[in-house]
């Protein structure tokens, strides 16, 4: 065995050793990620006496029950926090995306006078942050009566100028000849926009629309600003009015069998949409 | 020609209206209402005209502690988060078969409600008559003293906040890092190699300065979303920030404008258009540096 | 510094996870590359040259066979203590660095006792930096330079170093055609200064023919034949390398020898003395036709394109196998453009025989098939 060899043993030997400390350093960056999951779901599966008699807490739950679920279900109004955070989610969404394929279009098919003005100063809003304005659209709502309303919630959270940027670019990406050769066949402009644009762009649309659903899901400020009518609340809200007078005592179980049940359905999207929502993120999403 | 012109801005019309409605407008109103001074929310009427909201902001020892929660906030969490990455990143480029699934785990805290998923880190750290909570046994295995992270020393109370605006924010840095990464190409290391560099030269001399764009990124973001802070603190502390001492800039303009303290727009605005200011500077410095920095 | 592979063997495991199965990239490979020479790795892609070229340089270990640079058996060498420089096909040329900094790179990596001073860096740096003639560029950025810039860059970074071997991939497939053939003159120029061992792979027989001492055709990762350029490209081992090297290619035909004579089709086109009797298959080489209306091989004539010099007659045949046939024949042979037909004499050098089977060159009365 020569000199080299016995380096690059030495080398390989330092190498496993390397790649065998990342492991177990990412694994317990990992198991950091999942500890607070287990732990939520592993409270929520112990009964109030249980919990609360374990003067050091157990790692696993010697007596699951789903007493705790159905207490979240019928001790608060959790099912109604939840169905009108769906609500909220789906009609925002889909006004979203209303709104961001005709302003996207419009954009990127057609010619009017200002266009790039009006391009550039739509790209100047992407910069404001929300804080400034909510201020007013507090008032606004507050004025116009709408607090605790779906109106209410809904309409300032619509329009984001984000998404219309990404489905700009992505239209402009289909080329001219398909619009021309339209045009020949006398298809209209909106005919065009549905049957050839919108299913080209799809996968941009649905990583839009699974964004604007986490957002929406997950959106805490502005509900808790206009609504104060707990008839109203979204899951977030919801949470916290559950944490501060929820069950009537520190039924903390149950509080961990509401927070599962609402981070249920964005789990099961991501494990569905996996890829799709990691790319879109990766392509310009931020978190809030 | 002419036809087309109206047509367009009749494709547009749904999104000026939302936007000029709910952005355009409220964004001069809120100047408006920041120099009105003694509004009142009731009758809709104002005194003055003047700095006065401005003034009675910045000497509020709730917005001094706001300020001073926020920075401290920044401080750490942005130098913090983004190494963490970085390190968790490289890691994640080094191994084989379990790339993928790490990158999947590490992403959870993306699409989990901030709101729910705080209150498991509560019960975590938190110190109840009944029992220490997890994080306290853990500390005690290692024979330190038990804390209560929730209620206890201004300290622990940041800490939790820290450690929790970290596990939120790592997602997302770590998800743009590890597809920076993958983006540059292999031969620059193979080149390297053959040049004989060693494997941290290669990390310093060609990793970082390739990935620098994204890494400033990252930074640029990363300040921008911890000056906003909100959501984190109510999840561990509670609607009361104030009485927590855990309150934060954004948590100040909306405790003004809402709530029990609440019915103070102009303050409110005053406090946002402070907040804007800040992260304006720091953005503008940022960009300075990463202009003179980042290689295209 | 000469470089011999022995029995050199690469496996990549299949890019189907799920099966066992591995890519053989490159096969029992054995040659030996003599000191100070230009050599032309040449191969359709996918044939496994860059490969061998990776096993050459350390970025690939073997899976078997051995390498030697001189005496030396570098086989377990990691590719930075094996002294030798690499061009990418890509350049690999640091964005983030300027010009200057891209070549002091390698230098500034040394350690020990072979580190040099601030001074000797920057004065070996200028010396390859004339050399590849850059030395205006130093000051920019590798995107503000051309294609052929670039790679001028890239070949000054692998020289500082003043390696032993000198490895280049595809070196010229960035460049655009007038760059081209700029570029491989200044490479053979550069290589004979330096006077250094210089591996080229590309997949251009054109290139390799022109500036190489030697050429080694692979294919399937293994060694189909090497020599000196025209001696390949005149006496080629099989149809696979007679294909590959030549341009316009050459012309293939059914044919079969009948009594030491060469039929294609109804003809007997040429004397074939000592060849066995059976089918072959014919290959022409397109400077191999002279028109003769008194000659033994008729072909049907589809065009005639005067390009100058030469002139370049294409014809069809029912025996042949592909498109058109394309006959280099010098201007002063008239070929009538209207006739429907043209006769040719083959000129014997320029018609090689081949097994129907296996492609292998057959040769005038050795051995039986």
Request: charged share 20%.
């Amino acid at each position: 065995m020569n000199e080299y060899e016995k380096a690059e043993r030495r080398a390989a030997k330092r190498k496993r050793a390397v790649k065998t400390i990342t492991i177990i350093l990412l694994s317990v960056w990992a198991l950091i990620v999942l500890f607070p999951f287990y732990w939520m779901v592993l409270s929520s599966i112990k009964s109030y006496g249980s919990y609360n008699s374990e003067r050091i807490p157990k790692f696993i739950a010697e007596a699951p029950t789903l007493q705790n679920y159905i207490s979240a279900f019928t001790e608060v109004p959790l099912a109604k926090y939840f169905l009108n955070t769906l609500v909220f989610t789906v009609i925002t969404t889909a006004l979203m995306l209303i709104v961001t394929v005709l302003a996207a279009f419009a954009f990127a098919r057609l010619d009017f006078k200002g266009k790039n003005v009006v391009f550039a100063l739509f790209l100047a809003l992407m910069m404001i942050p929300n804080e400034l304005v909510i201020i007013t659209n507090f008032q606004t709502i507050t004025n116009m009566g709408l607090r605790n309303t779906f109106h209410g919630l809904v309409l300032p959270s619509v329009t984001s100028v984000f998404y219309i940027y990404l489905l700009k670019e992505n239209f402009e990406n289909i080329p001219d000849e398909l619009y021309k050769a339209a045009k020949v066949d006398g298809t209209s402009d909106m005919k065009y926009l549905l049957k050839v644009m919108l299913p080209i762009s799809r996968p941009t649309i649905i990583t839009i629309t699974i964004l604007k659903v986490i957002e929406c899901w997950n959106s805490y400020v502005w509900p808790r600003l206009i609504t104060d009518d707990k008839a109203r609340f979204l899951v977030s809200n919801g949470i916290q009015e559950i944490r501060e007078n929820g069950f009537g005592r520190e039924n903390i179980p149950a509080m961990m069998a509401a927070v599962v049940v609402i981070s249920v359905p964005l789990i099961i999207l991501f494990f569905i949409f996996r890829k799709k929502i990691m790319e879109g993120v990766a392509r310009g999403g931020t978190k809030g | 020609m002419k036809k087309s012109g109206l047509k367009a801005w009749l494709y547009l019309l749904p999104s000026l209206i939302f936007l000029g409605f709910f952005m355009v407008y409220p964004l001069v109103d809120v100047l408006v209402y920041s120099l009105e001074e003694g509004y009142n929310s009731a009758s809709q009427t104002f005194s003055g005209v003047g700095l006065y909201n401005y003034a009675y902001v910045l000497r509020d020892p709730y917005f001094l502690q706001a300020v001073k929660n926020t920075f401290i906030l920044v401080i750490i969490t942005v130098p913090v988060s983004t190494g963490l990455a970085l390190l968790i990143s490289l890691g994640l480029s080094s191994i084989g078969k379990l790339r993928e699934l790490f990158r999947t785990i590490y992403f959870l805290p993306y699409v989990t409600n901030t709101l729910a998923v705080g209150l498991v880190f509560m019960i975590l750290f938190k110190k109840t008559p009944y029992t220490d909570g997890m994080v306290n046994m853990l500390i005690g295995l290692f024979g330190g003293k038990s804390v209560d992270f929730i209620e206890g020393p201004y300290w622990a109370k940041m800490f939790v906040l820290c450690f929790y605006t970290v596990w939120i924010v790592l997602p997302f840095k770590i998800l743009i890092l590890t597809s920076a990464l993958a983006s540059v190409n292999k031969d620059y290391y193979s080149a390297a190699r053959v040049d004989g560099a060693s494997g941290f030269r290669i990390f310093a001399r060609i990793t970082v300065p390739m990935i620098s764009p994204m890494l400033f990124y990252l930074i640029i973001t990363g300040f921008i979303g911890a000056f906003k802070a909100y959501s984190d603190s109510v999840a561990l502390f509670g609607t009361n920030l104030n009485a927590a001492g855990m309150n934060t800039i954004v948590g100040y303009i909306y405790d003004m404008l809402y709530g029990d303290s609440g019915g103070y727009p102009s303050y409110a605005s005053a406090a946002a258009l402070i907040l804007f200011a800040i992260v304006f500077t720091i953005t503008v410095i940022n960009l300075f540096i990463s202009r003179k920095k980042v290689n295209a | 510094m000469n470089v011999i592979l022995m029995g050199l063997t690469k496996h990549f495991p299949s890019k189907n996870k799920r099966s066992k199965e591995v890519v053989v990239a490159v096969d029992d490979l054995s040659f030996e590359i003599p000191d100070g020479q230009l050599v032309g790795l040449l191969g359709p892609s996918g044939c496994g040259k860059t490969t061998t070229l990776n096993l050459i340089s350390g970025l690939e270990k073997p899976t078997a066979g051995s390498i030697f640079f001189g005496k030396d058996d570098v086989t377990t060498v990691p590719p930075e203590m094996r002294g030798v420089g690499l061009v990418f096909q890509n350049y690999a040329l640091y964005p983030h660095m300027t010009v200057l900094q891209n070549i002091l790179f390698p230098l500034e990596n040394l350690k020990g006792d072979k580190k040099l001073s601030k001074e000797e860096m920057l004065k070996r740096a200028h010396d390859a930096a004339d050399l590849v003639q850059i030395t205006e560029l130093l000051e920019r950025k590798p995107a503000e330079l051309s294609g052929g810039q670039q790679q001028r860059a890239a070949i000054a970074r692998a020289l500082v170093k003043m390696p032993k071997i000198l490895l280049l991939d595809e070196p010229l497939s960035n460049l655009d055609a007038r760059l081209r053939l700029q570029t491989r003159e200044e490479l053979r120029r550069i290589q004979r200064e330096t006077g250094i061992t210089t591996v080229f792979v590309t997949h251009d027989q054109e290139e390799a023919m022109s500036i190489s001492d030697m050429i080694v055709v692979m294919k399937d990762g293994s060694l189909n034949q090497k020599g000196r350029p025209q001696e390949v490209y005149d006496d080629p081992v099989n149809l696979f390398v007679a294909k590959f090297l030549g341009n316009p290619p050459i012309n293939v035909f059914r044919g079969e020898v009948r009594n030491e004579k060469l039929f294609i089709g109804q003809e007997a086109v040429m004397d074939a003395p000592l060849y066995p009797n059976g089918p072959v298959t014919v290959g022409i080489r397109p400077e191999g036709f002279v028109p003769n209306d008194g000659g033994r091989f008729t072909c049907g004539l589809v065009g005639v394109e005067v390009m100058g010099r030469d002139t370049s007659v294409v014809c069809s045949h029912p025996e042949f196998e592909g498109a058109s046939i394309r006959a280099i024949v010098s201007s002063e042979n008239n070929v009538d453009a209207s006739k429907k037909t043209v006769v040719f004499d083959l000129k014997p050098n320029k018609v090689f025989l081949f097994d129907v089977d296996t492609g292998r060159r057959l040769r005038p009365g050795r051995g039986s098939r």
